[in-house]
């Protein structure tokens, strides 16, 4: 009999030894010591020592499942077992296809001490995220507008619910195009017959939906197309490097019409019942199908009159076109989707802008995309940009008169036009494509010299010269964008809130939804008017600065304030500082002046700053930098006795490419000094601004503080002040699309200090492509030597954390940045468990209370002043005011989740943070988070004004820009790509432990270590 093969279980009970204890967690348990007893309080607002018990959820969802609380006494638990209710063996094993990766995901279970029997899953079916603590009271109240727009439902007799059908089409396609053409041809020749007068929706796929039931449950239908030419199969005009006939005559393409077998089957009911019991909050899930459904009704026909890119739809027609160089040109155009809220339904609309390729002759694109002329013969590094940019474009031919064949470039020929031949006739003697061209179409090819376009599949390819070629319209670019063409696409996109509010209108007004054929069959009524909402201004908080300063204390107005008059409260120390020079266009003189000024500035804010440079300025080509940092370094450790610089600044080209990125990755993994990078134009305006918000770059990047909440210092922040807490921001940045080899980086950001929270040591790690899980917030691996062994960057960062402060964090406020709602369920239940592993591993009834709450920007919602010309309610730009919050109407039915303004608007429309809390055992009330979100937000430290988001997410975002330097230096000039993520605790790679010690995938790249001097502040600012 074949050898029964051991389950992941049984293969961690035999091999994985018991977990020692690890490095770290005696001194761990002795810091919290200390805090520990009955003096540390509760958690949250129950009796009893927070560390002696673990809730199984948080209280709001405790009582919406009905039942009584559950408390599980950390004593009657195995030693070091995580909290049962955050297991995800039996919620994620299943999905995991190799045995492998359940060996290893088991083993990672194993580490935090989960006992050997069955373990108590937590899913997505029984996760419930915290309900609205009421809502908030704080602040001055004010109406406001939203781009929200009600969505009535009108209320059906029972025989008209929401049906769904499954459509198969054979054959089959995969143009979603070819496939509503088929649907709509099928719905005009049988909708008064066999649809029962039925208008259906359809979803492009394999789903049907109609109000009301087909008079059948499944029925077949034979539609004949007439068949475009852009949906030919095979192509007859251009020669082929494979094709041996010359026989035009018999190809697909000249069939004039295709036959397709449709075949409609019921598959199910969706019950509008659900949804409104779901907008009353009677019901805790909301139905998907049913809103899903509602959503592709209301699609329908823009899909119809637009080109629909994701949830947005854009055309030439919805406003001007506008170019943005190298042959790509931005189109208007609207987001709309059908949300759920306390209104009831709601449609958002938005105005949106894309780039799309510009409908020209291929000739004359590759003129804009070279800026050279084409008479002679392109460079291979001309053809390789060629490629990269026009690989799957649409082009037709224009060499046959009114006949506008279309094909797919999938690439350019090696050889000149000139030299390519095929074989033609049956013998397959060998013919030019120029002599092809002219006998067969008695067209003269005038470029020979320039290359053929490769059109087809991979079976043969298909020459086409490029001058007969033409880009068909409506084609979105999606690859990168160089720095150029991005600020010309943020010119035309940027809008003030007035003109914004204008353009949702019109655009409402140009829909006519009320005379929508779809929305009419589906009984949905869109009004007309922005939602009235009804919002809150929180006060800014209080700023403290140093004594010695005439002004001791700052209330920012409108959400800035400046430097006048202050000084950083904890001034960094900068004994040993020199300069280089990368910039040509700069002079020697010009540098030392600006580094006098600049070093003056630094002085005057509060700085211990030595006005000279310990070297004198030196002027260094860029192809030098490396071995000019290198000799400097090592000459300034010889002359301070291996003390070494404490700031390097360096003056860099207005347009550096690669060098920025191989200074920062030199200096902060291979020396081990905190740099400050200045561009040219800069250096020749020597603005007061500009060297005082370069001053306060340079005090974190030194150790200091440069401003602190008032409220901090006297102990007044709730939930925050009371017992240690430390202030985490996560976040996942992926490679811009086009990018298949690169990886995603993970960070994690954490405050060090307590109870100030406004210094943040960071992780990064590299994980695989489009990953949106943080795979190493929790790991195990096997050492020879030691055994088990635990890590990670939640560990490392709450070790780190008691180092800097001598306490353990008794409570956890995790920021988590980048997450869609999609991902809700998968993200809280996977980084919740690691956290409770986390802690675990550190001392085995450790289970400080979590509050895990999700940070969007990238959403479509937009709030306007009700009077735009009011300036009690709006700042210069014609903005809400910063710290309007709203938490009501326009927010979920029954979770807890806000919008918050916390910014002032610079230019265009400012975009509200939204909050959306999804695990809270602190009990937060809405005032507490919202205040404590809002408060946050003015102790950024890059600048005296407060930020859109909460700056642990926003430091995550630059540690991220500085990883991406560390793995392609040429990132940071290339592209518009997202920024996230960041470093510090370990001096080892993160992601080496991972890829080389439990098997990951070894072809991520790891993360150069940093130097220990630079991971202990915050270098990444």
Not at 123 to 135: D, H, I, M
Not at 640 to 660: C, R, V
Not at 692 to 717: P, Y
Request: contains cysteine; aromatic residues 8%.
């Amino acid at each position: 009999m074949p050898r029964r093969r051991k389950t992941p279980r049984e293969f961690v009970e035999e091999r994985v030894p018991a977990p020692p204890h690890a490095a770290g967690v005696q001194e761990f348990a002795l810091a919290g010591a200390a805090a520990d007893g009955p003096s540390a309080g509760p958690a949250g607002r129950r009796g009893g020592r927070r560390s002696a018990i673990i809730r199984s959820r948080p209280r709001q969802q405790q009582q919406q499942a009905g039942g009584e609380e559950v408390v599980v006494a950390a004593a009657q638990r195995p030693q070091g077992a995580a909290a049962p209710a955050t297991t995800l063996e039996a919620v994620l094993l299943p999905a995991v296809a190799d045995q492998e990766e359940q060996q290893l995901l088991l083993l990672q279970g194993a580490a935090a001490g989960d006992p050997p029997g069955p373990s108590t899953p937590v899913s997505s079916k029984t996760l419930r995220f915290p309900l609205r603590p009421g809502k908030g009271r704080m602040g001055q109240k004010c109406m406001i507008k939203a781009n929200h727009f009600f969505a009535q439902l009108q209320q059906f007799p029972d025989y008209k619910d929401l049906h769904q059908y499954d459509v198969s089409i054979t054959p089959e396609v995969t143009s979603r195009a070819v496939n509503r053409a088929v649907i709509e041809q099928l719905v005009k020749l049988h909708r008064e017959s066999s649809l029962g007068q039925r208008l259906p929706v359809y979803d492009g796929r394999k789903s049907m939906y109609t109000a009301g039931a087909l008079p059948f449950e499944f029925k077949e239908f034979r539609i004949f197309l007439q068949q475009s030419q852009e949906e030919s199969l095979q192509v007859d005009d251009a020669p082929s490097s494979t094709t041996t006939t010359n026989n035009n005559n018999t190809t697909l393409a000249n069939i004039k019409e295709r036959s397709f077998k449709v075949v409609i089957k019921f598959a199910a009911r969706a019950d509008l019942h659900h949804l409104g019991q779901f907008l009353a909050g009677h019901q805790a899930d909301a139905p998907q199908e049913a809103l899903q459904v509602l959503d592709i009704v209301l699609r329908e026909l823009p899909t119809h009159r637009y080109v629909p890119v994701g949830r947005s739809f854009y055309s030439p027609n919805l406003g001007m076109r506008k170019s943005l160089g190298d042959g790509l040109e931005s189109w208007r155009g609207f987001y709309q989707s059908i949300r759920p809220t306390q209104m009831g339904l709601s449609l958002n609309i938005d105005m949106s802008s894309t780039v799309f390729i510009e409908p020209k002759p291929v000739l004359e694109f590759i003129h804009d995309l070279l800026h050279k002329d084409l008479t002679r013969s392109l460079t291979d590094s001309d053809q390789v940009k060629i490629k990269k940019v026009l690989k799957g474009v649409k082009v037709e031919v224009t060499h046959r008169g009114s006949m506008r064949r279309k094909y797919r470039i999938s690439g350019l020929t090696n050889q000149a036009t000139k030299y390519l031949q095929f074989p033609v006739g049956e013998e397959g003697s060998m013919k030019s494509v120029i002599d092809y061209f002219h006998e067969t179409y008695g067209y003269i090819i005038r470029h020979p010299e320039l290359p053929c376009l490769e059109v087809g599949n991979q079976q043969g390819s298909n020459y086409l010269p490029i001058e007969v070629c033409k880009i068909v319209e409506g084609q979105r670019y999606s690859k990168r964008l160089s720095e150029r063409q991005i600020r010309a696409l943020l010119r035309v996109t940027c809008q003030r809130p007035k003109d914004h509010e204008q353009d949702i209108l019109q655009t409402v007004h140009q829909n006519a939804y009320h005379h929508d054929p779809y929305a009419q069959e589906f009984g949905i009524h869109i009004s007309e008017q922005l939602a009235q909402v009804e919002a809150r201004i929180l006060p800014a908080p209080r700023l403290k600065y140093h004594d010695t300063g005439r002004e001791k204390e700052c209330l920012p107005k409108v959400g800035q304030w400046n430097m006048m008059h202050k000084k950083m409260v904890n001034g960094g120390v900068v004994n040993y500082w020199a300069c280089l020079n990368f910039s040509r266009n700069v002079q020697e003189n010009y540098v030392r002046s600006f580094c006098f000024e600049l070093a003056q500035m630094c002085k005057t804010s509060g700085m211990d700053f030595q006005i000279e440079p310990f070297v004198p300025v030196r002027s260094v080509h860029p192809e030098h930098s490396s071995r000019a940092l290198l000799q400097l370094c090592d000459e300034v450790k010889r002359r301070t006795e291996g003390k070494g610089l404490d700031l390097l600044i360096a003056i860099l080209p207005d347009n550096n490419g690669a060098l920025y990125g191989d200074l920062k990755k030199q200096c902060e993994t291979n020396i081990g000094v905190v740099s400050q990078c200045c561009l040219t134009k800069h250096v020749f305006r020597m603005s007061k601004q500009y060297l005082a918000n370069v001053a306060l770059k340079i005090n974190v990047k030194v150790g200091g503080r440069n401003t602190v909440l008032v409220d901090a210092l006297t102990r007044r922040m709730p939930l925050v002040s009371d017992i240690p807490t430390i202030i985490f921001g996560a976040d996942v940045t992926h490679p811009h699309p086009g990018e298949d080899l690169s990886p995603s980086i993970a960070a994690v950001v954490a405050s060090q200090d307590w109870p100030e929270v406004t210094k943040y040591a960071s992780l990064v790690c590299a994980q695989a492509h489009r990953q949106e899980l943080i795979q190493d917030l929790f790991q195990t691996w096997v050492d020879p030597q030691k055994g088990l062994c635990t890590g990670g960057m939640i560990r490392e960062l709450l070790i780190s954390f008691r180092r800097a402060t001598g306490q353990k964090p008794l409570r956890i406020i995790f920021y988590r940045d980048g997450v869609s709602e999609g991902q809700f369920y998968q993200v809280l239940l996977y980084e919740l468990d690691a956290i409770r592993k986390a802690c675990a591993s550190l001392e085995p009834d450790y289970q400080p209370p979590v509050t895990f709450v999700v940070v969007q920007k990238r959403h479509h919602t937009r709030l306007f002043a009700c009077n735009h010309n009011d300036n009690r309610t709006t700042d210069r730009s014609g903005n809400i005011l910063p710290g309007t919050v709203v938490d009501s109407k326009i927010c979920h039915p029954t979770e807890f989740d806000f919008y918050l303004c916390s910014h002032a608007g610079i230019q265009g429309t400012s975009r509200p943070a939204h909050y959306h809390v999804l695990w809270d055992e602190n009990n937060f009330s809405a005032d507490g988070l919202q205040s404590l979100t809002n408060n946050l937000c003015y102790t950024y430290a890059r600048c005296t004004r407060s930020v859109s988001i909460v700056p642990p997410a926003y430091y995550a975002h630059l540690a991220a820009f500085r990883a991406r330097c560390y793995m392609d230096p040429d990132a940071i000039s290339d592209s518009v790509s997202s920024i996230t993520s960041g470093f510090g605790a370990s001096g080892q790679s993160v992601v080496s432990r991972r890829t080389n010690r439990m098997g990951g995938d070894a072809s991520i790249r790891s993360l150069p270590p940093l130097k220990a001097n630079v991971k202990k502040v915050m270098f990444y600012c």
